[in-house]
């Protein structure tokens, strides 16, 4: 097995909204705000290559949607998906799954395309399957009116139109080994319904996907949940309980929306869980 970061660009988001009820005096420190008080944000993708698979997890928002769209978002520096899988010496006709962990538009924008005329839209992986989960999919195809504008609808019909698109069995448990791709996931529930978090055994390692669970490094302390996670009080309770496993197990919590810091790891301390150690992908990889 080999794991490759994909870097899918950068943007900025409201620093605010990223840290909820916490007072920007705290999370300043630890991500600080440019004069309109957004903050740096990473797509830090992740290729699996596995036998005869390459698995790409998560696609960024992509580049199909309108300039107003992009101007929301701030992006900044000259990653793509495009580039970072040439650079690793692959195309996206080589991508044989994308699993992502949750259909938010910076999450899976990437994994639609326009169509060569710009008529209308079509899948970004020719040769891959799709995979999301039925509960999730439910949730984001009949949106609620909070997330409705993170569900985009060109972002996830095609997906199921071009027959692409499969639903991982979710086990009675909410951590369940995933026998089609080869790793374990853990489901949470607290920023949207059903959110997956892939745990890759590699090299004697636990490497923790967390996604949106743990958006940076500056978000480790329990309190610390996104304003926008739809139910705050159950994200502190799953994080809770995943914060100490990844201390007890020593995880190596890949980092997808850090711009700053890629991996880390944490461990219990007299104040609760904290930053242990923080390293490069290439440390890691």
């Not at 538009?105 to 399957?129: L, M, P, Q, R, Y």
């Not at 989960?133 to 972002?155: C, G």
Request: charged letters at 20%; one cysteine or more; aromatic letters at 12%.
């Amino acid at each position: 097995m080999k794991i490759y970061p994909i870097e899918a660009g950068n943007f900025k988001l409201d620093g605010g909204a990223m840290f909820g009820v916490v007072p920007k005096a705290i999370w300043n420190k630890t991500n600080p705000a440019d004069a309109n008080n957004l903050i740096d944000i990473a797509a830090r993708c992740m290729l699996i290559e596995h036998g005869n698979r390459l698995i790409l997890i998560d696609t960024g928002m992509g580049n199909k949607q309108s300039e107003k769209f992009y101007s929301y978002y701030s992006l900044w520096g000259d990653h793509s998906l495009e580039k970072s899988l040439a650079k690793h010496g692959f195309h996206r006709d080589d991508v044989t799954d994308v699993f992502m962990t949750h259909l938010h538009f910076d999450h899976c924008g990437g994994s639609v395309i326009w169509n060569k005329d710009k008529t209308g839209f079509e899948v970004g992986f020719k040769n891959a399957t799709f995979w999301t989960n039925e509960n999730h999919w439910r949730w984001a195809t009949e949106p609620n009116s909070r997330e409705k504008a993170s569900f985009l609808h060109e972002n996830i019909i095609p997906m199921q139109e071009s027959g692409q698109l499969k639903f991982i069995d979710r086990p009675n448990t909410d951590f369940g080994f995933s026998n089609e791709l080869g790793f374990d996931i853990l489901y949470v529930d607290g920023h949207t319904e059903k959110q997956m978090l892939p745990h890759i055994k590699y090299q004697n390692k636990t490497i923790v996907f967390c996604a949106d669970l743990l958006a940076t490094a500056g978000h480790i302390p329990i309190p610390y949940v996104m304003g926008y996670d739809t139910r705050p009080l159950l994200t502190m309770d799953e994080k809770a309980k995943f914060m100490n496993a990844a201390a007890t197990n020593n995880y190596y919590l890949w980092l997808e929306h850090d711009a700053h810091n890629q991996i880390i790891t944490v461990e219990n301390t007299e104040k609760g869980v904290r930053l242990k150690e923080v390293f490069s992908c290439q440390d890691i990889l």
